[in-house]
């Protein structure tokens, strides 16, 4: 009897079909990274997924906590990927404001490395603050 049969699918096919990563591979990587839990615990690749867990997903700087509402093994279209599970108000509200924060920061200095223009006057500005900090 197959896995869908029984009410229940592996975790690395429910994400990749609920659209949180783009590939099974990537679903792969971030639970034996640890990014995963389900109903409160570690769940590696092949945990059984089936509705009513409760799962926290990380994709830093992002939690997301979900209620899994319905299973499936296809991937399909976003708007229906969307009703596999229910986003907790407290999980949507705290992206938002990490959201709203990470927006109001000021862009970084250099994307990158710096290049030899940037260098040099990176260097040019430590020099004239060091000898100000002589004075």
Same mark, same amino acid.
């Given at each position: 009897? !197959?896995?869908?049969?029984?009410?229940?699918?592996? *975790?690395?096919?429910?994400?990749?079909?609920?659209?949180?990563?783009?590939?099974?591979?990537?679903?792969?990587?971030?639970?034996?990274?640890?990014?995963?839990?389900?109903?409160?615990?570690? +769940?590696?690749?092949?945990?059984?997924?089936?509705?009513? &867990?409760?799962?926290?997903?990380?994709?830093?700087?992002? /939690?997301?906590?979900?209620?899994?509402?319905?299973? !499936? /093994?296809?991937?399909? +279209?976003?708007?229906?990927?969307?009703?596999?599970?229910?986003?907790?108000?407290?999980?949507?509200?705290?992206?938002?404001?990490?959201? +709203?924060?990470?927006? &109001?920061?000021?862009?970084? *200095?250099?994307?990158?490395?710096?290049?030899?223009?940037?260098?040099?006057? *990176? /260097?040019?500005?430590?020099? +004239?603050?060091?000898?100000?900090? &002589?004075?």
């Amino acid at each position: 009897m !197959s896995d869908s049969a029984k009410g229940t699918v592996r *975790l690395d096919k429910y994400l990749w079909a609920a659209r949180f990563y783009k590939t099974r591979q990537l679903a792969i990587e971030a639970a034996n990274a640890g990014r995963i839990a389900v109903n409160g615990e570690r +769940a590696k690749p092949a945990k059984a997924i089936r509705p009513g &867990d409760v799962m926290l997903v990380r994709k830093p700087p992002y /939690e997301f906590t979900l209620v899994v509402k319905a299973i !499936s /093994e296809k991937r399909g +279209a976003a708007p229906i990927a969307r009703t596999l599970y229910e986003e907790s108000p407290e999980s949507v509200a705290a992206r938002e404001a990490l959201h +709203a924060q990470l927006r &109001d920061q000021p862009p970084p *200095l250099f994307k990158g490395r710096p290049t030899k223009r940037d260098r040099r006057t *990176l /260097e040019q500005w430590a020099r +004239a603050a060091s000898i100000d900090d &002589d004075d």
